[in-house]
Antibody, heavy 120, light 110 residues
Framework: EVQLVESGGVVAQPGGSLRVSCAASGFNFDDRAMHWVRQAPGKGLEWVSLINWNGNRTYYADSVKGRFTISRDNSKNSLYLEMKSLRPEDSALYYC?????????????WGQGTLVTVSS | VVMTQTPLSLSVGPGQPASISCKSSQPLLNSAGWTFLYWYVQKPGQSPQLLIYEVSRRFSGVPDRFSGSGSGTDFTLKISRVEAEDVGVYYCMQSTHLPTFGQGTRLEIK
C-alpha cells in the first residue's frame, strides 16, 4: 500500500524558514518523481514543485521560485521542501504526491498533508 | 494555463447523472500527441484522489460510472449515476504545461 506521511508543519514568522518532509513507503521510491502541492485554508489546489526520480531535475511554481527548494534522499525514501523568506500567502496544507512515473508531471497518490502557518 | 471549471457547485439527486466542464486557456495536446488532463476528487476531510488520467482513463479502483472526455481546450467529467459517496470537490488539472488546477466544483447530493 502506497503511504506518504508529511511532517514538519509549524507556525513560522514572515521572513522565516522551515523544512517540511515526506516519508514514503509501499512502493519503489527511487522509481518515481515526487511533487509538493499546497492548499490554502478553504481554497483550491496549487502545484508547488516537482523533483524527478534521481533529483537531477527540479521545477517550481513562479510563486515560490527562488524561495523554496525541493530535494530527496532515496536512501531514506524521503522528500523535502525547504522554504525560505516565508510570506503569509504561503500558509497552507502542504501535500506530497507521488509522480505517475520517473519524470512525471502528474501524480496519483497524495499524503494527508502538513499545515504551515506564516504569521507574526 | 488557466483552467476554468463550470459549474462551481452542483446539487444532484441520487442515481441522477452529473457533468462538470473544464476549459483550458491553451490547448493541452503536446507535440508527442499526448493530452495531460486529469480529474481529482477531494472528499470531505480527505486528501485529493486521482479519478481520471490523460483525459479518459480511469485510475485503479475508480468505478465505471465515472468517465472523462474531451480534447483541445474543452474537457468533461461525467458521473452516470451519482451516489452518496461521490460528495466532494472535483478538480481538473493539466500538466501539459506547468501544472495548474481548476477552481474546483463542489458536488452535493439533494
Amino acid at each position: 500500500e502506497v503511504q506518504l506521511v508529511e511532517s514538519g508543519g509549524v507556525v513560522a514568522q514572515p521572513g522565516g524558514s522551515l523544512r517540511v518532509s515526506c516519508a514514503a513507503s509501499g512502493f519503489n521510491f527511487d522509481d518515481r518523481a515526487m511533487h509538493w502541492v499546497r492548499q490554502a485554508p478553504g481554497k483550491g489546489l496549487e502545484w508547488v514543485s516537482l523533483i524527478n526520480w534521481n533529483g537531477n531535475r527540479t521545477y517550481y511554481a513562479d510563486s515560490v521560485k527562488g524561495r523554496f527548494t525541493i530535494s530527496r534522499d532515496n536512501s531514506k525514501n524521503s522528500l523535502y521542501l525547504e522554504m525560505k523568506s516565508l510570506r503569509p500567502e504561503d500558509s497552507a496544507l502542504y501535500y506530497c504526491a507521488r509522480g505517475r512515473g520517473s519524470e512525471a508531471w502528474s501524480f496519483d497518490y497524495w499524503g494527508q498533508g502538513t499545515l504551515v502557518t506564516v504569521s507574526s | 494555463v488557466v483552467m476554468t471549471q463550470t459549474p462551481l457547485s452542483l446539487s444532484v439527486g441520487p442515481g441522477q447523472p452529473a457533468s462538470i466542464s473544464c476549459k483550458s486557456s491553451q490547448p493541452l495536446l503536446n507535440s508527442a500527441g499526448w493530452t495531460f488532463l486529469y480529474w481529482y476528487v477531494q472528499k470531505p476531510g480527505q486528501s485529493p484522489q486521482l479519478l481520471i488520467y490523460e483525459v479518459s482513463r480511469r485510475f485503479s479502483g475508480v468505478p465505471d460510472r465515472f468517465s472523462g472526455s474531451g480534447s483541445g481546450t474543452d474537457f468533461t467529467l461525467k458521473i452516470s449515476r451519482v451516489e452518496a459517496e461521490d460528495v466532494g470537490v472535483y478538480y481538473c488539472m493539466q500538466s501539459t504545461h506547468l501544472p495548474t488546477f481548476g477552481q474546483g466544483t463542489r458536488l452535493e447530493i439533494k
